[in-house]
Nanobody, 122 residues
Framework: QLQAFGGGLVQAGGSLRLSCAAS????????MGWFRQAPGKEREFVAA????????LYADSVKGRFTISRDNAKNTVYLQMNSLKAEDTAVYYC?????????????????WGQGTLVTVSS
């Protein structure tokens, strides 16, 4: 089970850190990802991290601004979001996958959190 939190309202240029806490299962063996869905749009990939934390992947739209990390001791994955833009406004979801190379492929994630809303005002 995954629970995402940390969303909120922030001005453009600001920062937020999202967290996704996992319970049950073997979190440390899962690849984890963040996806987002803006109103009227399909869910899109944001960032992913392998179980060891050594390999990360980012969407081009967030590269250099967002950082994904994980703390396996706390069963938590984070998404640090800096230099936020209005177009980052969306509901952000965390996903868990047993596939090491899940990456940007949403269908490879079988565990999903409930989503947390991020609103960036311009």
């Amino acid at each position: 089970q995954l629970q995402a939190f940390g969303g909120g309202l922030v001005q453009a240029g600001g920062s937020l850190r999202l967290s996704c806490a996992a319970s049950g299962g073997t979190f440390s063996s899962y690849s984890m990802g963040w996806f987002r869905q803006a109103p009227g749009k399909e869910r899109e990939f944001v960032a992913a991290i392998r179980w060891s934390g050594g390999t990360t992947l980012y969407a081009d739209s967030v590269k250099g601004r967002f950082t994904i990390s994980r703390d396996n001791a706390k069963n938590t994955v984070y998404l640090q979001m800096n230099s936020l833009k209005a177009e980052d406004t969306a509901v952000y979801y965390c996903g868990g996958s047993r596939f090491p190379s899940a990456g940007a492929t949403a269908s490879m994630y079988v565990y999903w959190g409930q989503g947390t809303l991020v609103t960036v005002s311009s």
